[in-house]
Structures are given as C-alpha cells and as structure tokens.
C-alpha cells in the first residue's frame, strides 16, 4: 500500500521553496504555525501541567480568521494541538478550512480517540501521536488503557493510508523504551520521534522535572543508541545533524541559529502567540483575537532564547535553515514515503 499519496505533492516542495527564499532575502515569514485548539485533555499525564478545563478558547470563526492571516503572509504548514485537539467538536471543519486555504495540515493527539474519528480525518496530511514506550510504562505515564488505544489509533491511519508520527517524550522513566516503539513502529509503518523533557512556563514543577529529566550522560547514550538504530535501518524520524546534536550535548551549551518567530510561531488557544510553543504561557505576548494575528506576528519578539531542548523546534530550525541532512531527511520521510515502507 502507498501509505504517503498525499504528501507526494508540490506543496511540500513549495515549502521548501519559501524557506529557501526567506533565508536568502532574509525575510520574516511564518511558514509553520502550531495553534493550541484547547488546554483541554482526556488525560493527565504525569509530566505535563499544560492542560486544564475550563479556560477560554478561541472559536471557529477566530481560527477560520488566524488561517486566513497567517496565508497572508506566507504560511504554508498549520499544526492542530492542544491539549487534545479531537476534543473539538469543529476539528473535521477546521482542518477542511485550512486544507481549502492550500495549507499542509498536522495533528497532534494522545491517540484516545483517533480510531472512532479517523473517518472524519481523511483530509489530514500527517498525524502525530504521543507514545512513550511499551503497554506498562506508556500506561503508567499517562492512563490505564491508553496505549491499546493509541496503538488502535495509530492503525486506523495508516488503514486510511495517512503517514503517522509518534512522539516520545524521554524521561527517566521511559529511557530503555526506543527499542520497543521502534520495533512497533517497523512493524506498523510509521516513523518516531524521541525528545527531551523540556521545562517551560506551564510545565510541572521545577522539583518534579529534576527527578524526571534525564542526566547529560543518560541523554548521550540514549541518542546514541538512535544513531545506532538509524543506522540499522529503524524509522528513526530526525534527521542525523539533530541526533548528534542531542548525543553531543550541544542542546546545553551550543545555541542554535533558531528560526522561532522568523519562520514558525505558536499560538495559545486564547490566541496568544509566542515565538515557539516552549514560550507560551510568558506574561506580555501579543494577542492575535485582539489586535490581529498580521498585527500580533509583526509584535511578536524574534529568537528569544538561547539553548534548544525540544525535537520540534530543533528539527524544524534546522530544515528551514536548508542545512542538507536535516531537509535530505524531511524529504525522504515526508515526501518519498520511506518511514512507510
């Protein structure tokens, strides 16, 4: 089965095309965009204090409004996360408006509910679903049963032919699980990501994530044993460059030419944006529902920090910035289907 027609399209090529033009002319324009539908979630895992009820979310009309300004001015990808964005009554409408604005669209999900809804999600490009090791550990991490849902979730898109990303988030807890998700992910056809806990505004305590961050020497030998099984062919996502980047160390001392607020952006479900998703939830950020999302981008402060922990940032720096492995790599998943085969 061609698990990948869709992302054998142009667009994606064109992406590359507007990065290559805003690098060279030097122009700020959010090619990439992750909007927090909600802080909403089915599941309270143990790492993350990002979600909570109750708070305020941006409507359809207001996201309808944030795609049409963000095309405007340029953007070529959108990613839909929360919380848990199936948990939107209007997630099948709003990724139909933004796949009719010529976007290419993820998803982000825990995975709960992606096999009931996989019929409504045809239009999606790509789905990104949290996975974090074998049956007992991903379940102890986040919920009883979460995992064979996951799993389910996970099969109901590729049955539909739609290429499928896991995240893993590595934590002291889980730093033995690669191997395991790997296997799966060879077996199923998808492709996985591994990243650092990260520390940001609206995580868990800075006592709890001392006790669940990995040591630079238990984050070195984890990478490394990626490197090694990129080597052995397991469908390793990030490119080599990343991958050394984390077993060197250099996500500790080495800044990064980040392209956050440049190239992508992130914005909260109350429409808040910020450079990248690691700083939402800081006091002060422009806000796209009141001034505008062209307004509140051109207000938005550029690169703001100095050192890397996150796989999305890094990667997405590093694509955007044409540095040859890093896209080499993209294209080969993305768009040639090899994670799939």
Not at 170 to 183: D, S, V
Request: glycine share 8%; with cysteine; proline share 5%.
């Amino acid at each position: 089965m061609d698990a990948l027609p869709e992302m054998r399209t142009p667009r994606f090529l064109a992406a590359l095309a507007s990065a290559f033009q805003a690098c060279v002319l030097g122009r700020r324009i959010p090619l990439s965009v992750s909007v927090e539908l909600t802080d909403r979630c089915n599941f309270k895992c143990r790492y993350c204090s990002q979600t909570k009820d109750g708070m305020p979310e941006m409507t359809t009309a207001q996201v309808h409004s944030l795609m049409d300004d963000f095309c405007g001015l340029g953007a070529r990808r959108i990613g839909l996360t929360g919380g848990e964005p199936l948990l939107r009554a209007d997630i099948p409408d709003l990724i139909a408006y933004a796949k009719a604005k010529g976007l290419i669209v993820n998803l982000a999900t825990n995975g709960a509910l992606l096999a009931d809804m996989a019929p409504r999600l045809k239009e999606l490009d790509l789905v990104l679903v949290s996975l974090d090791g074998s049956e007992t550990v991903h379940d102890s991490l986040r919920a009883p049963g979460s995992y064979q849902k996951a799993v389910a979730g996970i099969a109901a898109m590729r049955k539909l032919g739609k290429p499928v990303i896991t995240s893993t988030v590595l934590t002291k807890l889980n730093l033995q699980e690669t191997g395991p998700i790997l296997e799966l992910a060879r077996d199923m056809g998808f492709s996985a990501m591994f990243t650092l806990l990260f520390n940001h505004p609206r995580s868990i305590s800075r006592a709890e994530f001392e006790k669940l961050v990995p040591t630079e020497e238990e984050c070195r030998k984890a990478y490394q044993a990626l490197i090694e099984k990129k080597k052995q062919g397991y469908p390793v996502l990030s490119s080599w460059t990343f991958l050394r980047y984390m077993a060197n160390g250099d996500y500790r001392k080495r800044p990064l030419d980040c392209k956050a607020g440049d190239l992508y952006c992130a914005v909260d479900c109350r429409g808040n944006i910020g450079a990248c998703g690691l700083q939402l939830g800081e006091a002060g950020l422009p806000n796209g529902c009141e001034l505008g999302f062209k307004a509140a981008f051109a207000k938005l402060s550029r690169n703001p920090c100095a050192r890397h922990y996150c796989n999305f940032g890094i990667e997405e720096s590093m694509i955007l910035s044409l540095r040859p492995e890093a896209v080499a790599n993209f294209l080969k998943h993305l768009v040639l289907g090899q994670a799939a085969r």
